[in-house]
């Protein structure tokens, strides 16, 4: 293994270890919790997204395991012309590519809709008003879709690429 390979595995797999560790925790426990506190979690959300580097950090996690995997896939594929691509390994990091591909977009809107929430949480003062009530009831909609199918697509990218060397199809 070349100095290339080793570093581009490392981030690869380390910004993936962040990336989907932080997602997977906001989807099933953090979210969850800030919905069911109330004000509280209102006051949350809003230092949370709109004070901390989270969003930052998980950006640039994603999109730097998204480059590294690509380039990896280049690497052992001959830049997309060997017949290791149709190999078991080739088509299981394929399909989990393809699922992190889908990750990295609804992990990107869900991050915007996190920001729209804070930026909407800190304007309503007591009651929303009507506009605000439609605004927050369609980022809720979007995100009743985004979240499960972020959360669904990194599993499965993360079991296609933890198992591919080992598929036979």
Do not use: C
């Amino acid at each position: 293994m070349n100095t290339l390979t080793l570093i581009l595995r490392l981030v690869h797999i380390i910004g993936g270890v962040l990336w989907v560790g932080g997602a997977l925790l906001m989807n099933f426990f953090v979210a969850p919790s800030m919905r069911a506190t109330g004000e509280a979690g209102k006051q949350f959300a809003g230092h949370f997204m709109g004070k901390t580097r989270f969003s930052t950090i998980m950006t640039a996690s994603a999109v730097a395991t998204v480059i590294a995997g690509l380039w990896l896939y280049g690497i052992d594929s001959q830049w997309f012309t060997s017949a290791w691509q149709s190999s078991g390994a080739g088509i299981g990091f394929g399909i989990g590519s393809v699922f992190g591909l889908v990750g990295l977009v609804t992990g990107f809107m869900n991050g915007g809709n996190n920001k729209k929430l804070a930026q909407l949480g800190a304007q309503v003062q007591g009651k929303p008003t009507p506009e605000q009530a439609a605004a927050l009831g369609a980022i809720q909609k979007q995100q009743g879709w985004v979240v499960p199918v972020n959360t669904w697509s990194l599993i499965l990218a993360v079991l296609l690429m933890a198992t591919a060397r080992y598929l036979v199809f």
